[in-house]
């Protein structure tokens, strides 16, 4: 059974940082490709930042380009997104997957994130 457990949201002010992780289970982590996704309230969600199976390759979309790191531990089957510079358009639900079980509407819970002061 496939499944994605994301963890390590919370409340932070505006400038802070925060590391969210996604722990996968059910599949071949190290053959997949891997993304997160947030959705922010009332939005759709979208893709942010993607990493090559290997870890060799990495791409976000310009709002978090600069600010957000996307990794992965392949021992782990857990990928992780660092967020810096966190600003009040950065909260919303955060999700990981792959292009597969995306597809499929395979998803886990989410972490909420929420930027305020």
């Known amino acids: 059974q496939v499944q994605f457990v994301e963890s390590g949201g919370g409340l932070v002010q505006p400038g802070e940082s925060l590391r969210v992780s996604c722990e996968c289970s059910?599949?071949?982590?190290?053959?997949?490709?891997m993304s997160w996704y947030r959705q922010a309230p009332g939005q759709e969600r979208v893709l942010i930042a993607s990493?090559?199976?290997?870890?060799?390759?990495?791409n976000y979309i310009n709002s978090v380009k600069g600010r957000f790191t996307i990794s992965r531990d392949n021992g782990k089957n857990t990928v992780y997104l660092q967020m810096d510079s966190l600003e009040p358009e950065d909260t919303a639900v955060y999700y990981c997957?792959?292009?597969?079980?995306?597809?499929?509407?395979?998803w886990g819970k989410g972490t909420l994130v929420t930027v305020s002061s």
């Open positions: 997957n792959t292009g597969l079980y995306s597809s499929m509407n395979i």
């Open positions: 059910g599949f071949h982590f190290s053959r997949y490709d």
């Open positions: 990493i090559l199976s290997d870890g060799s390759l990495t």
